[in-house]
């Protein structure tokens, strides 16, 4: 079974892992930074197949990169950071569901734990062992704190991981709460410096529970103020002060909202993607399947899933030239994101340092479909977004035909039929565990430390001449923690479930991951053991729970499918491979047992509600 090849490996894993520390065990440690998307589709940049000028994020992937084309994420904005922060599943840092506090435990407790690092503790000068809480205290009271890797680390963007935030809380109570036991801070776990947001969603022309290290930020933001454009010219700044000021390597977290809605940007960006989609989205997910094919990211076998059901063929839609609007100012969210990015880089090189910074690029869940109720409604959560803009306007919330998107007055979606396009080839959406809601481009890039000898798999790029690698194999993104661990030449924490992928950087494309990979989010579930997935989706499109009973008298119904030849999920192989679905669905209920995995929902529903969490669509 996999546990006797995963012992096998552990052994080859670990001759490897020196060797390589050896390697790179020089002076000069890389710096690292992580830029990370929310709710970016698998197919929504250039080297991913997508129409989207992303150029900078393209060149991420020529000579010095690697794409991998199943990099997982956990289907959701917080516990899929609370991941990415920590090398561990979402339910064991501590925030299985969202940010509040279910009331079932320390798993839905809504922020991150105390007894769980973050990857900046780790790669700084110290950090929390398993059983000692930030300060590095255990419960006897005795301070041994571990030693970390010698970083200065930053942060900017969008944090999400410390509880809730309401979008209409005051300053003062922003003020007063960040920073207590249950609303933890970037600045209390691990960070240097901080910029950003503390909360979800929000205006991109002023948004809320903006804090700048330890202080809110409470003054009404300046003409030309977008959130994007100040996350990363903020990264540019932390890059210039560290290289001028510090000897030490650095470790950044740039965590974008961007394109999260609400679908915000300057019309001047809009209008240059006006029209370009008035073929609709059936026509840009036939293109966006075949780049995908060109750019040998996928086999020409696998078929493009068809269009969701919830979704209308392009031919039926009234208002073409409102849809092609919504689309156009998302692309143009991803667009400014990207030149962003591109600002970053032009620091690195300014300062010397782009040879040796690691840079890893992903989205932390697929395309969203959520709708955004109209109007604002009392009852209906959008209503905590329907304030004043920065002249005094009301805004009006939901995705109102007679408005085009864009303003600061507005705050929409793009719907469900153009994500199903971002999630482009797959099926289903943000907060599912089949493809389209777990998987991410992914793109690493070394200049000095990424091997370029393996030409099986070299490709050209878009916007580059240069050529970069592809890895096909599985990994999910609480892998990075272990990765970076490696490149800071620090002991992988003993409580980190990721895996390093560093000898995939340095030439091994044969490296595969030694366990299987677990999925729960609102109740689907899912399990990757090498080429199969076993998935299970929480509710029909009318939500009623499929039937099926199953381990732990949960309703149910499992689906199977052979990654190699089917990625798509469009052939359930279950029927035909009973004795391997009981297998896989108990080792994801042992998994289960072990990570604090409550039944959905996790409290009783009110008499005569619906539960709504599987039906974005109708939110």
Known sequence: ??????????????????????????????????????????????????????????????????????????????????????????????????????????????????????????????????????????????????????????????????????????????????????????????????????????????????????????????????????????????????????????FMYVAHCAPHWPLHAPKVEVDKYRGNYMHGWDKVRERRHSKLIQQRLIPDTWQCSPRDEHSPPWDDVVDKEWEDARMATYAAQVTIMDRGVGRILDSLRRNGVYENTVIFFLSDNGGCAEYLKENGEEGHWPEFYGGLTRDGQQIQVGNLKKLNPGGEETFMSYDLPWSNASNTPFRLFKSFVHEGGISTPFVVHWPSGVSSTNHRDRVNIKHDDNCGRICHSPWTMMDIVATCCDLACVPVPDHVEGESFLPILHGNNDLTRRKPIFWEHQGNRAVRLHKWKLVQRRCDSENTCDEGKGEGNDTYRWELYNMEEDRTELHDLSSQNSELVQQMARLWFDWATRNGVKSWPLNPLPEGEKDWSNLPWLW
Request: with cysteine.
């Open 1 to 250: 079974g996999w546990r006797k090849l995963a012992k096998q490996r552990s052994n080859s894993k670990r001759n490897m892992k020196n060797e390589m520390n050896d390697k790179i065990a020089d002076p000069s440690k890389p710096n690292i930074i992580i830029i990370l998307a929310d709710d970016l589709g698998f197919s929504d940049v250039g080297c991913f197949g997508s129409e989207i000028e992303t150029p900078n994020i393209d060149s991420l992937a020529s000579d010095g990169g690697i794409r991998f084309t199943q990099m997982y994420n956990c289907a959701r904005c917080c516990p899929s950071r609370a991941s990415l922060l920590t090398g561990v599943y979402p339910h064991q840092a501590g925030i299985g569901h969202m940010v509040y506090d279910a009331g079932v435990g320390p798993t839905y407790q809504g922020f991150l734990r105390r007894d769980v690092a973050t990857v900046a503790e780790m790669l700084k000068r110290e950090y929390p062992g398993a059983g000692e809480n930030a300060d590095g205290v255990d419960k006897d009271g005795r301070k041994s704190a571990k030693r970390g890797g010698g970083y200065a680390t930053f942060m900017a963007g969008k944090w999400h991981v410390g509880s809730e935030y309401p979008p209409d809380a005051s300053h003062e109570w922003i003020q007063n709460t960040m920073g207590d036991e249950t609303h933890p801070t970037p600045i209390q776990r691990g960070f240097d410096k901080f910029y950003g947001t503390l909360g979800g969603g929000g205006s991109y022309y002023q948004p809320p529970s903006l804090v700048e290290d330890d202080k809110v930020v409470k003054e009404i933001m300046p003409e030309g103020f977008y959130y994007t454009d100040a996350i990363n010219d903020k990264a540019c700044e932390f890059i210039d002060t560290v290289s001028k000021s510090d000897q030490k390597p650095f």
